[in-house]
């Protein structure tokens, strides 16, 4: 009964966690299209380059806080208080930096206007602390759809005054004013729906525990996001902002659907693996079966957005973004094993071992870095290349843990990915001809889907798949139970 409990809530916790990105992509995706009529591209680059130094700011604010009070087995009031004002106080300092950093970026940029954007802009850090620790008690009480609510109405405002700001005459102010008003609905919205509340109580036992552990997962959570930004920051310094909109475009996509599924995976798995962090049976059990279902649903996906991405590339954006294609067909190909990497490191963070998160990215990161420079040496799609490369070799990276903290081995990990992955790549073998067919993109974009949709089910059908039948299972339960 406690199995299905835990099944029961994973699925409800996903079902909710996935709607939440998937209408907060939509909703962004239909808005910065508007805005991308009213403003210019000027206004949407001054944005782009103060976000580079909110992104990294906010994984100080947010990143080992919030997993600590997740991870902890039971986490009191007492506990939530204590990181609630230790995040604020940080968040506040962090701002005070960025505040009188402002100028000297602005001058490294060599642009003055920099400086107000990036003052004000920064202003979301603490509302962004104060939102971590909602979301903490939301994922430990597995309450995804408190989230994908206050999500949902952010969105949708935010947006709307953003929109109306810009129809206005207001510029980049728009931009600003959109990002930062969206974590203030956010907040607002959550605060009316959870029960917990800031209280005036701390201590200095429960902040040295939990920052003992919290502290590892942000110095990883900071290298990952470092690199990350450092690529863009590179690609736009030894090339055009034409190759880097090509890269970014291209990248939007597979990221668009590999991040919706992997961080939905991530904030519900961690906290039921949480409950469970000295149960190693358990553990396995879960990870494994996250990994079968997970790697089912993405590797068709992913492999077939990469072989469809020239119709999919002019339907929705038209032929002259067909320069990113390339980009969108290696980077999916590197979102194939995301899932993968991101389930491993869930047990890795569930059974309390932050060090070594901290470890394994002290080892990734060299390698990210020698490639990056590598390839920027030859042009931008070898980035993106090499990116595929490091995240197949960051994959085999993370998994090694797991065979000493849950006795799952490579070999065992190999056997539960591979039908999924023979089946994926066989559909887009039967697929690839109909690209080369001088047909309407429409019509040719329609035929990929229906051919690759029918091969994959039918073959998972014959060969008698698990996690065909078990997802087909969980599916007809919950809709015989809402029906």
């Known amino acids: 009964m406690p199995e299905n409990n835990d099944r029961n809530n994973f699925f409800s916790g996903f079902f909710w966690k996935f709607n939440e990105q998937i209408t907060a992509q939509i909703v962004s995706f239909i808005v910065s299209i508007i805005l991308a009529r009213l403003l210019t591209p000027k206004d949407y680059g001054i944005v782009s380059l103060v976000n580079v130094f909110i992104v990294i700011s906010e994984v100080f604010v947010t990143s080992g ?43 490294f940029y060599n642009n003055n206007q920099l400086v107000s954007v990036l003052r004000i802009f920064a202003l979301r850090l603490p509302i962004s602390a104060f939102n971590s620790i909602q979301m903490a008690y939301v994922s430990r009480e ?32 728009a931009l600003v004013i959109q990002y930062i008003s969206s974590s203030v ?53 030894f090339y055009n902002a034409q190759s880097l909109a090509y890269y970014n475009r291209g990248s939007r996509f597979p990221e668009l659907i590999g991040n919706n599924i992997d961080t939905t995976v991530s904030s519900v798995l961690f906290p039921v693996m ?15 079966r996250s990994i079968k279902t997970t790697t089912y649903i993405i590797m068709p996906i992913m492999l ?78 070898a980035v993106a290349v090499t990116m595929a490369i490091y995240n197949i070799i960051g994959t085999l990276i993370n998994m090694a843990p797991n065979k000493r ?32 067919v ?20 039918g073959l998972s059908f014959i060969f008698k798949l698990e996690s065909y039948w078990y997802l087909l299972k969980h599916i007809k339960s919950r809709f015989g139970r809402e029906n």
């Open 142 to 173: 597995l309450a995804f759809r408190k989230i994908f609510v206050s999500t949902s109405i952010a969105t949708l405002l935010s947006g709307v005054l953003g929109i109306v700001m810009a129809y206005m005459g207001f510029g980049v102010w």
């Open 304 to 381: 077939g957005l990469a072989v469809a991405a020239k119709p999919i590339t002019v339907i929705l954006l038209t032929d002259k973004w067909l320069p990113s294609v390339p980009f969108m067909q290696c980077l999916c190909i590197s979102g194939v094993f995301g899932s993968i990497s991101n389930a491993n490191m869930q047990v890795v963070k569930a059974s309390g071992r932050s060090d070594v998160i901290l470890k394994l990215e002290l080892i990734k990161k060299p390698i990210y870095f020698v490639l990056l420079l590598l390839a920027i040496r030859l042009d931008v799609l």
């Open 438 to 457: 001088d047909i309407p993109y429409f019509v040719m974009l329609l035929l990929e889907i229906g051919v690759g949709a029918t091969v994959y089910i």
């Open 405 to 436: 903290v849950i006795n799952y081995s490579y070999k065992e990990q190999f056997r539960d990915v591979l039908p999924a992955m023979m089946l994926s790549i066989v559909m887009a073998i039967v697929v690839y001809p109909i690209s080369l």
């Open 185 to 237: 609905f956010q907040m607002i919205v959550l605060f009316l729906e959870i029960p917990w509340k800031p209280r005036l109580e701390f201590s200095w036992n429960s902040a040295k525990s939990l920052m003992g552990y919290g502290w590892k997962i942000l110095v990883a959570s900071l290298l990952g996001t470092f690199f990350n930004e450092f690529r863009s920051l590179i690609i736009g310094k």
């Open 274 to 288: 949480s409950k469970y962090s000295n149960d190693m049976e358990r553990l396995k059990a879960m990870v494994r």
């Open 65 to 107: 806080f919030s997993t600590s009070l997740i991870q902890k087995r039971t986490a009191s009031r007492l506990d939530f208080s204590t990181i609630f004002y230790c995040s604020l106080l940080f968040s506040i300092l962090v701002y005070v930096v960025i505040y009188c950093m402002a100028p000297t970026i602005a001058d």
